[in-house]
């Protein structure tokens, strides 16, 4: 089993940052692809950016640019820088863990940008 914990969401003004932080627990395999996801009020959960163990990397278009995902496999931890927010921006952000077949959430952390 694998627990998921996010943190570093918040209220932020457009155009500025955010660092979201996941720390991955339980059985931890080696090989896996650690990312994040957003759903928005009324919308359907979609992607942002993924990362795998080896360092390939996959964003959405809309964040391209502005939006850095990063991971320190030996913390099992997963980053996402986020710059030039924008307020379509504003969701609640979950982590995402796939290993094998399996998917693995966390219970998110919400982002609004508002000024």
């Known amino acids: 089993q694998v627990q998921l914990v996010e943190s570093g969401g918040g209220l932020v003004q457009p155009g500025g940052s955010l660092r979201l932080s996941c720390l991955a627990s339980?059985?931890?395999?080696?090989?896996?692809?650690m990312g994040w996801y957003r759903q928005a009020p009324g919308k359907q959960r979609e992607l942002v950016a993924t990362?795998?163990?080896?360092?390939?990397?996959n964003y959405a278009d809309s964040v391209k640019g502005r939006f850095t995902i990063s991971r320190d496999n030996a913390k099992n931890m997963v980053y996402l820088q986020m710059n030039s927010l924008k307020p379509e921006d504003t969701a609640v952000y979950y982590c995402?863990?796939?290993?094998?077949?399996?998917?693995?959430w966390g219970k998110g952390t919400l982002v609004t940008v508002s000024s």
């Open positions: 995402n863990k796939v290993v094998g077949d399996i998917d693995y």
């Open positions: 339980g059985s931890i395999f080696s090989i896996n692809i």
């Open positions: 990362m795998s163990t080896r360092g390939n990397t």
